[in-house]
Every structure is written in structure tokens, then in C-alpha cells.
């Protein structure tokens, strides 16, 4: 499987030492798909079909980061906790470390991912009988959220994470993954022809961090940690069956240095959704790895 280094376009300074989110310089590695990752989202019966909105699939590895050193820590060692009350933390070498996301998130975010939900909003560009039934399927409710989101206000959070800011991609990086998948689904000659028709095109978007190992370092020093990485936004228009793929881009880190979370549930910032993405990245990380701890944890921090 390839790996491509996302690197940033314009420099940026860090966050607040405080921050979870950590931008450039650009740590999270790509990883071009696999061909069932490509069938799963683009190919006949894909997700693009019902998802035309967030799909979360993040993965994560696991850095020590002390005096500015940074070690690969096995992921075995790493375990989830969860805080009675909706909270979660990550545990390593004795010591809790605080998974920050929204007050009131963990909870649905945890149950979720711990039922395989990859789902989480959706604006389905189709809506036949065929589509409908795929969304029930996929836990989805009301054709638009994943039922552990119903009713939790985070409505304008998942909104945002469909809708957010973006910016390009590397061209060496963006044409790999468009012709990756494509090829994967039997679309091979779609980029190029498309690219005649850009001014054109209709289709939708299907914002997804599946092919996104997220990076998060465990900092000892401050009892903190911080994530690197984002999700990319597809663009995609239908083609004999399945989704071509024509262009693709990063989210944006766009917010002014020492920006933290803000209440999602009365608006959601770029920060904040970036944030939500990169947790539940950890989180199916920490279940895969880790199933039975996983399943307590969230049982713990939701009163289960």
C-alpha cells in the first residue's frame, strides 16, 4: 500500500500548546486505497450513493513526543478510559490523557464506532427505493444522520463537517488517489476524460478520512495530546454504474493560532470539525485494536 506524506501549501504556525488540533508542519500520512476501500465508497452500490456527506474511517498511530523527540509507541500499549459523565482519555505508561472533543460528544461518537457505523450525515444526491433501504441498513435516520446522533443537538456540528472549508492537494498526491481509485472501481480512463469537462461535470462530494492515518502524540510534559491530519473531501460524478472520481482536496486548517473548541451545537467552526474527525479517528483506532476495552470504556463514560 502506497503512503504519501501530506504536506501543507503554506506554512502555518502550531496552535496553542493547549490545542488538540495540530497543524503544519503536516505529519498524517495518506494511504493510497485498497481496491475494497475504492468498491466500499465509489464502486457499484458504493457509499457515494447514500453518503453524500460524511463518512467516517479514519485510522491513528501512536507518538511519544518528549524534548522534542518523537517515538513510535506500540498501539497495544495504548488503551481507551472512559470518564463517567461522557468523557474518554487514552492511557499509556500509568498516566490518563484527555481525549478533548465537544461536551456531550463522546457518547453517540462512541456508540457509533463501536457498532461499525461509518455513516454519520449524509445529503444523499440519490433517493430511490434502493437507496432508502441501504440507508436504514446503515443505521442512518430520517435519510440524513446516524441514529446515535439523533436528538444530541450535534446537527450543526455533522452539517459543518459535510460543508467545511477546503484546500488542494499536493498534484502528485491528488492525481495518485483519483487514479487509484478509479482504477479500483473499473473507471480507469474516467479522470482523464473528465478533465475535459470539469467546467461541467455533476455529481456530488463524499467527505471521508478513510484513507487517513491520523497522528497523535502523547506528550508526558504536559499531560496533553495533540492529533495531526484531516480528511479529504471527493468529488465525484456517476459513470456506468459507479462514482468517477475527478477531483480531490484536504480540509483546511484555517483558524488563527491558540483557536480551541467552541460549543458545536450552536455553531461549529472549521476547528471544531477537524477536531470531530480526528477523535473518532482515535476511537476506531482504540476499537480495533482493542474491542472489548473499547466497548467498556464507552459503557463507562456513558452510564451503560
Known sequence: ????????????????????????PATAEITSPSVGLAQTLFGEDGYFRIA????????????LERNGVETPIDPALVT?????GGGFALRYGGHAYPLRTQAGLAC?????????GMIAYTV?????????????????????MAREFLGTGFEPLLHAADFAATTPLPAAVSGRLIADMN?????????LRASYQLAGMVGSVLNTD???????????????????????RYFWAYDNGAAGIFAVSAYAETWPAGTGLTDARVHATQYDVINFYQVAGVMRQLRQDQPRQFAAAVARACGD
Open 1 to 24: 500500500m502506497r503512503l504519501f506524506l501530506l504536506t501543507s501549501v503554506a506554512c502555518c504556525l502550531a496552535g496553542s500548546a493547549f490545542a488538540q488540533v495540530r497543524r503544519g
Open 52 to 63: 453524500g456527506g460524511v463518512v467516517l474511517g479514519g485510522q491513528a498511530s501512536f507518538v
Open 80 to 84: 481507551p478510559v472512559g470518564v463517567p
Open 108 to 116: 453517540p461518537l462512541g456508540r457509533f464506532i463501536g457498532r461499525g
Open 124 to 144: 444523499p444526491r440519490f433517493l430511490d427505493e434502493q437507496a432508502r433501504e441501504d440507508m436504514i441498513r446503515a443505521g442512518i435516520a430520517h435519510h440524513q
Open 183 to 191: 482504477d479500483s472501481t473499473g473507471l480507469s480512463g474516467y479522470a
Open 210 to 232: 478513510s484513507t487517513t492515518r491520523y497522528r497523535v502524540y502523547v506528550q508526558p510534559a504536559t499531560g496533553t495530546v495533540q492529533i495531526a491530519g484531516v480528511p479529504l
